[in-house]
């Protein structure tokens, strides 16, 4: 059955997914971190929080908003942006070149990040190939989209 | 040899009589069972983890105990053992805590270790196989990965001939420089790697970028080695890595990009949690870090314009060398450099120096550029 984006429910569908990789995330190494991610849809957006731990996503809760002095930093973009980056990841087994986290982010111009802190900030980049990984678990779960 | 043995023993009468003794008698000393040390029972806070250097911190034996000044334990014995009569001197350059300590170094450490990565299997060379760049962007990315082998030499060279200067109290710094060596060695493998299969071979050297290392290797203290190196040079080279990923031609040099980036992040967050600690244990040290900053600014502002390392840039992000390629390659490299010099006050101001803005000419620079940039229609 096929979980909507965005919702709780489809993070908890790559928290499985994370946990039925193990070893591959094991073998990427300790990550923790906790961020948000904000998805807007014609002026409202929806946000969640997610909080890493050692090896797992440990928690993931829907929140009205994100405080970015609550978290290391939040991916903010439009729901246009996040679902292209689903389905090219759903395409491609992977996100492409064009499709990555860190391309689509870094000139601000699809996704944006959001911090408090630079340290928090960092952290995005301490365990970027983890949290790109996280995302491409996307190519094995069955994505609707609501907004 | 620099330094010879108090005593010849091979020719030490008592010494090889007492080792002859021992065999002929199987009569034991035993004294060191009697060691004058603290028991601990440590134990693992997270399982999933392991059992860490966080959980070491107890008593005699952890890290917070260290005084400031440790003036005891000037040898090579582990911290917590008892120290007999005898061990040598081991003249550590660095015994003040305050000079190297960073929060949360413990943690810095484990987390190196637990996300090493292999340069030889974990890339996917094979996929290059497939990936022919055109002659211009093959050497724009050649002449990139050269300048970045050239970084990462240095940058495995600096910490490296740190780590017997430092007191052996401070095992979880040493471990964690230690890590970083590694990292550094492994950055170098593989951007050699990548520049050799562009099949272009490597490129040019480059002047500008070995000053800027050279001032990297010859830091008079340890504080100012981790400024220049940690602080700003890294947390320059974060921001190019981030930048050559967004850049990057193919699949498998994002999965590079990827991959050092995260270690470099680590590095700065040592160094900031460093600076963060020396402003506040050491608050009298704000002048000097002040003057390390200006000259490390004042080189990093000269090895980031270097011609090798500006126009490969352009050509990557422009994608090739007709006029509306540099264009854009003028635009998105434009962007790039301010955002580096952007995330550097960022930094300092949240490790406790919001002042630095006001002193330093790179700020001046960077308003002057942000100027510039605005007036050719570049949006930052």
Partial sequence: MAVSFPSVEYFEALREKMAAHQDKFQRLGFIDTTFGVSVANNGKSRSFILEFEVYELKSVREVPSVDPRQVDFVLVGDSRVWREMIENIRRN????????????????????????????????????ESIQEFFDLTSQVDVSFNQ | MAY????????????????????????LDLSWMKSATEKVKPHEANPRRGLTYRDLDIGNYGFSALPEKVRENRSYAPRGAEIPAGVPDSQPWVSRKSELWAFNTESYYEEAVSRQWNATTDIPWDRLESAELPETIGKALSQLMTFLTEVEMIATDTPAMWLPRLNPDFIEVKAFIAAQAMDEARHTEVFRKRA?????????????????????????????????????AEGNVLTMFRFSEYLSPTDVDKKIFRLVMQDEARHVGYGMQHFKYVLEHFPEKREVLHAHLDEAENISFAGAAATELTESFIILAGGGLKRENIEEGIRITTIFNLKQMQEHFERLEKCGMPERKERSKLYMMYEMGKAAAEAAGIRV
């Avoid at chain 1, 928090?120 to 301490?126: Q, T, V």
């Avoid at chain 2, 010879?4 to 009569?27: C, S």
């Fill in chain 1, 93 to 128: 087994g992977e996100a492409d070149t064009s499709h990555d986290i860190n391309t689509l982010a870094h000139l601000g111009e699809q996704l944006k990040i959001v911090y408090d802190s630079p340290d928090g900030h960092d952290k995005l980049y301490r365990f970027m």
């Fill in chain 2, 4 to 27: 010879l043995a108090t005593r010849n023993f091979l020719e030490d009468k008592d010494f090889v009589d007492k080792w002859l003794y021992t065999i002929r008698t199987g009569e």
């Fill in chain 2, 196 to 232: 050799l299969t562009t099949g272009w071979g490597l490129m040019q050297a480059s002047p500008m970028n070995e000053m800027a290392l050279k001032h990297l290797r010859d830091a008079d203290s340890f504080s100012e080695m981790s400024v220049a190196l940690h602080l700003v």
